[in-house]
Every structure is written in structure tokens, then in C-alpha cells.
């Protein structure tokens, strides 16, 4: 074997100069990688990749999500026509084997952590011929040193230089049943926890001020485990961090304990899935909300009063949803007091009990995966023409992503902090709704 090189297609790119977020998942895989193996990650959207050096002896694994797929799949056909062994994993290989194994020499099914060094040393005993079509994790995997990031990753990638914000990884696994997540699918239904101190280290090794947290649903752990919870916000708090956010549910709001930890831990914001303001839509919503603007109100009050950040995610579309739900839905942020917003168009993911329906109805359309992206619609809407639909969201992000609002809710985010510690909380303040915005504004166009 040559070398072993792991890609991550291009989504966003560079904004003023960085990616958003780092490739985490590639670094915890190259980790596992021996040490007498070179191992080389090549991010799309930091870097033009240099697929013209890939050769035999290479083994070329490229991560995949359904909106990065068809990238994915352009490098892969590249990568075997110069000899190259190719893999590919992540979501959509995970959801889709079938249509991934059509344009790789083997798919890897679920998180690889039992199946990835099985896949390295048949590479390195025989070359492609080695390779098995599939490579599937039957169970999921205990956290506890799962995957550490070693030095040689961490010095390779440097975090600092090419990324705004560095992921990690707490906990995994949801125990709701949302019927348009991909979540539970890929991470499964029990939620998995990492050692307090295999966290502190990762922190402290990777020399990082800020993160974003990958777990599917951080919040649900302040009900579920409350202790580990305490214990892991007691040893955060030691650590001097600029800030960090992670996706959550608004059974939050019912610890004040633990919110007012979560301060002192440097948590600055909760993405919270609040998903509709329609409570005709309570049956797709998992559990963790109703759909009540009363309630959604209430909660995100509770959380902003211990000093902790709400944004808000919200997804439109449902069957319940009508032209009139828009509206509501704009007056509710406009007088919210949420930090920030996110309003995605529903999404039929591979797998999902929605897309299951869609199927089962003839509803889906004969949309490209790119543009399972959150911001097309990509099935027939009940309560609307497909142009209906498209006119009321592209209204809605109009109105929310307006820079009058960016720069008040912005300043609403800024205001909680003191004037001493504007300097390091202005990125954060606006970040977000910027980050929707351009997102919003460039998908739009595709
Ligand atoms: S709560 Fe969040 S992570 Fe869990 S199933 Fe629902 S959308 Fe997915």
C-alpha cells in the first residue's frame, strides 16, 4: 500500500477565507490508521484535490452525505479510473448501499469503527482484489476510547488555520422518532456517552476555544443523564474556551440546574429543534415538541434567563402546513427573542418513514440528491403547488434573513453577554443567521 487518502466533498466551501467546520469523522478514521501507513485527508472545501497524483497502491475513502453524493461519486469514478482502491462511507452510503456500491470498489455501511481497520489490512494483503463489496458495523459502537484523534491528524489538519469552527463529539444516538431524521438511522436509538475525561483531553490536545457539537440531540441528555451531564459541565468549566453550541430539545428548559452550569461550562447557544409553530404537525415531531407558539415562547424565555443562546430550527413543509402556517410562522421569530433562526424546507431523506410515505403515495419528485440540500423542494407538497410551496419559503427566508433582523437578533445575542467579553462574542453573535443566510441565498440559486 501506498498511502491511504480520505476525502470530503466539496458543500460549502471557504467564507472569508475558512471552511465552516472541520472534517471530524475523516480525523477520528485516519486516527485508526498505523502508524507505518502515510495517511493524508483532502478536503474539497478547503483545497482544489490533487486527484491527478492518486494511483495504484492508493486507498481513497470519500465520505458521503445525500447532498454531496453526486461530488462524491465524480471523484470516486476519477480516483478507480487511476488505479486507486475506493470506499465510501458516511450518510448516504449508510442509507443507500445499493446506489453507492455503483460507483466504488466497496461501500461502508454504518459508522465503520468495528470495519475500517478490516478494510485497511485486506488493502494492504492484496490491493483492490482484497476489498470486499461491503463493509457493514452490525452493532453500535461504545464510546469510551473510541477513535482518539492522534497528533499526527491533529498536526495534518490544523483546525485553527483552515476552519471557523471545529466539531466534537459528546454523545450519540436519539431516542425520539422524528420521522424526517436521518439521525436514528445512523446513529441509532440508544443514546452513547464519551468519558468526561476522554472529552477534556480531546479539547486540550487539539488546542480549541470553540466547537460545535456533532450529537444529534445533546439536550435530550439533561433529562436522560443529568449526572454525567453535572460532571461534564463541572470539568468544562475548568477550561479556558471562548464558547461552544450544540443541537438540543426544549426539555431543557425544565433544568435550571443544569442550564445555569451549562454557563459556567461556556455552553453559549442550544440549536434547539422546536421544528414547527403548527401543532396540526405534532404527530411527525418525535415527541419533543408540539407545535404550540405558547409553549415554544415560554421555553425559549426559561433558557434565555439562566444566560444561555436559543436559535431556533424550524422545518416547513409538513402535510398539516398551509400558506397561512408562513405567516405564523414569520411572527412568531419577528417577535421571538431567539438568537438566531434556522427554517429548512422538509427533506425526504433516503430511509426515513416520511420518504417511506412519499413513496408509497407517488409524491416524490425526480429531484438531482443535490438539491437534498434542505432549501428545494424535492416532493408534491399536500396543500400546495410545488411553485406555491417554493414562493411561501424563499417569502419567509426573505423576511428572516433581511439583514434589519440579522443585525437585531444579533445584537439580542450580544447583549447577553458583558461588554468585557464582546470582543470574543461578536463572531458568534452574528455568525449563525449569516451563516443561513448565504446558505439560503446560494442554494436558491442552484
Ligand atoms: S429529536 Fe432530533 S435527532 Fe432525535 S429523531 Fe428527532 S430530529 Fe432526529
Not at 469523522?25 to 486527484?51: G, K, Y
Not at 481497520?117 to 476510547?145: N, T
Not at 415531531?285 to 405558547?294: F, I, R, V, W
Amino acid at each position: 500500500m501506498r498511502r491511504i487518502v480520505l476525502i470530503q466533498p466539496k458543500r460549502d466551501g471557504r467564507i472569508f477565507g475558512k471552511s465552516p467546520g472541520s472534517p471530524y469523522t475523516l480525523m477520528r478514521l485516519a486516527s485508526l490508521v498505523p502508524a507505518e501507513i502515510p495517511v493524508e485527508i483532502w478536503d474539497e472545501n478547503v483545497r482544489r484535490l490533487p486527484l491527478d497524483t492518486l494511483r495504484e497502491g492508493d486507498l481513497v475513502g470519500i465520505t458521503s452525505m445525500t447532498v454531496t453524493i453526486e461530488g462524491a461519486e465524480v471523484i470516486a469514478r476519477r480516483a478507480m479510473k487511476q488505479g486507486a482502491g475506493v470506499v465510501v462511507g458516511g450518510v448516504h452510503a449508510t442509507l443507500l448501499p445499493e446506489h453507492t456500491s455503483t460507483f466504488a470498489h466497496s461501500v461502508m455501511v454504518g459508522e465503520g469503527y468495528f470495519t475500517w481497520q478490516q478494510l485497511v489490512q485486506d488493502f494492504a494483503a492484496a490491493g483492490i482484489k482484497g476489498m470486499q463489496p461491503e463493509y457493514r458495523d452490525e452493532s453500535w459502537a461504545d464510546l469510551e476510547g473510541l477513535a482518539t484523534i492522534s497528533d499526527r491528524v491533529i498536526q495534518m489538519v490544523d483546525e485553527n488555520r483552515h476552519y471557523w469552527t471545529p466539531y466534537l463529539e459528546i454523545t450519540r444516538g436519539c431516542v425520539r422518532s422524528c420521522d424526517f431524521c436521518t439521525a436514528i438511522r445512523v446513529s441509532g436509538r440508544r443514546m452513547r456517552l464519551r468519558p468526561v475525561d476522554e472529552v477534556v483531553d480531546e479539547i486540550q490536545r487539539r488546542q480549541i476555544k470553540r466547537f460545535f457539537l456533532t450529537d444529534d440531540n445533546f439536550g435530550l441528555n439533561f433529562s436522560t443523564d443529568p449526572e454525567y451531564r453535572a460532571e461534564l459541565f463541572e470539568a468544562l468549566a475548568k477550561l479556558d474556551l471562548h464558547g461552544w453550541t450544540c443541537q438540543s430539545e426544549m426539555s431543557i428548559a425544565k433544568h435550571p440546574e443544569l442550564l445555569k452550569m451549562s454557563v459556567a461550562a461556556h455552553l453559549d447557544k442550544h440549536f434547539v429543534g422546536f421544528e414547527s409553530v403548527n401543532p396540526d404537525n405534532r404527530s411527525s415531531l418525535g415527541g419533543k415538541s408540539k407545535g404550540q407558539a405558547q409553549q415554544t415562547r415560554e421555553a425559549i424565555r426559561i433558557i434565555r434567563s439562566h444566560g444561555v443562546g436559543v436559535v431556533g430550527l424550524f422545518v416547513m413543509g409538513f402535510d398539516s402546513d398551509t400558506p397561512a402556517t408562513f405567516q405564523t410562522m414569520w411572527e412568531f421569530v419577528r417577535d421571538s427573542e431567539l438568537d438566531s433562526v434556522s427554517t429548512t424546507m422538509l427533506t425526504p431523506f433516503p430511509a426515513t418513514p416520511f420518504r417511506m410515505q412519499l413513496e408509497r403515495e407517488k409524491r416524490l419528485l425526480d429531484s438531482p440528491w443535490r438539491h437534498y440540500d434542505t432549501a428545494h423542494v424535492t416532493f408534491l407538497p399536500k396543500h400546495f403547488t410545488v411553485d406555491e410551496l417554493r414562493r411561501c419559503y424563499d417569502w419567509l427566508c426573505r423576511k428572516i434573513y433581511h439583514p434589519s433582523q440579522i443585525l437585531r437578533r444579533g445584537t439580542r445575542s450580544l447583549a447577553r453577554h458583558p461588554l468585557s467579553l464582546a470582543g470574543k462574542k461578536a463572531f458568534g453573535s452574528f455568525s449563525t443567521d449569516y451563516g443561513y443566510r448565504r446558505t439560503y441565498a446560494y442554494r436558491n440559486v442552484l
